[in-house]
């Protein structure tokens, strides 16, 4: 039982070698100009220890985007918690913070950038979606329960939302202008949540 738990571990402990090996490679260079060699020695493995953890390299980068998007999301969290006697501040405070960390070089680069491209429109939404969709969910649902949002399923509401602060943040990280194509969606984003709300303007 012994031997096995310690095999467990080296395993476990190999594999996040290798993550931390790689995110700062796909952060810096991206993913298509990192190749599995160039990880496993700056992981200090073997090249066979990667494809061991990982079916490839794209299954590699989806470790490291899940780490990104955890991270990002308990971030978020922290500052929600933290705002959350005023509905409408905590929503402008929620998007604020959004933009703000996506606006981060290694956000930026590895959630906005390479993760659609690496994996995929479709694996990329599904990953991202599962972290943010939760966020989301547990903001409205406080609201709702405050009686600052009226009664309603709370889920498709979630997907809207989190479906706007998406797209929100690539257009400003596509744009020439990010600092005013920031300025620009945040003024939308604020728009559409207040509408929402019920807030003055």
């Known amino acids: 039982m012994k031997s096995k738990r310690t095999q467990a571990d080296r395993s476990a402990a190999t594999r996040q ?37 990982f079916a490839g390299k794209e299954e ?12 990002v999301t308990d971030r978020m969290a922290a500052r929600l918690l933290a705002d959350g006697s005023d509905p ?3 929503m402008h405070d929620g998007i604020d913070a959004w933009l703000a960390v ?4 290694e956000v930026h680069r590895i959630v906005l950038i390479e ?25 409205i649902r406080t609201l709702v329960d405050a009686g600052q949002l009226p009664q309603q399923p709370v889920r498709p ?9 998406e797209e929100a943040a690539l257009y400003a990280a596509r744009a020439e202008d ?22 003055p303007d």
Do not use: N
């Open 88 to 90: 409408a501040r905590l």
């Open 102 to 105: 996506c606006a981060e070089p």
């Open 157 to 165: 509401l979630a997907h809207v939302l989190v479906g706007a602060l």
């Open 17 to 53: 070698a290798l993550v931390d090996a790689a995110r700062p490679l796909f952060a810096a260079k991206g993913y298509a100009a990192v190749g599995t060699d160039e990880i496993a020695r700056a992981a200090g493995v073997t090249r066979g220890a990667l494809y061991h953890q």
């Open 178 to 199: 990010r600092e005013a194509a920031t300025r620009e969606v945040r003024a939308a984003l604020v728009a559409m949540v207040d509408g929402l709300l019920g807030s």
């Open 115 to 139: 993760a659609p491209a690496a994996l995929g429109w479709e694996r990329w939404r599904e990953i991202g979606q599962r972290y943010g969709v939760g966020l989301v969910e547990a903001a």
């Open 60 to 71: 590699l980068f989806a470790a490291v985007f899940e780490q990104v998007e955890g991270e």
